[in-house]
């Protein structure tokens, strides 16, 4: 498949980072939608899903507000193994046990709408 991956309504994808963004754990829809098996996600670093037409500035501000100890939520579209995409919303949380999230993060996503896609579509064309 190397056109979009549309996520179903009940599509859940949570992962789990250290603190340097490696793949602690994938939950099964993850490890499904993005066309690796657990064993290929874990330790591998989290951009392993990163799509070129994601711009850098995106990723600078989850981790700006992730490393302060805040929860940081976006648009992001993702790469699959097979060369295709899919687009969550993601919320992305410092783990609350740990002060500022030394401890790793975690982030769950879901579907977005198609309307939702288009304004980050739109939003990432001005963004670097």
Known sequence: MNGE???RDTDFLVSQTDEKG???FANDD???IAGYTL???IGKPHSIVRHPDMPKA???DLWE???SGRIWTGYVKNATKNGGYYWVYATVYPNIACDHGGCGYLSCR???SRDEIAAAERLYKTMS
């Open 110 to 112: 879901r579907k977005p």
């Open 58 to 60: 995106a990723f600078k």
């Open 5 to 7: 991956y549309v996520l």
């Open 39 to 41: 064993d290929e996600l």
């Open 30 to 32: 993850f490890c499904k």
């Open 22 to 24: 490696k793949i602690l």
């Open 65 to 67: 507000t992730v490393q």
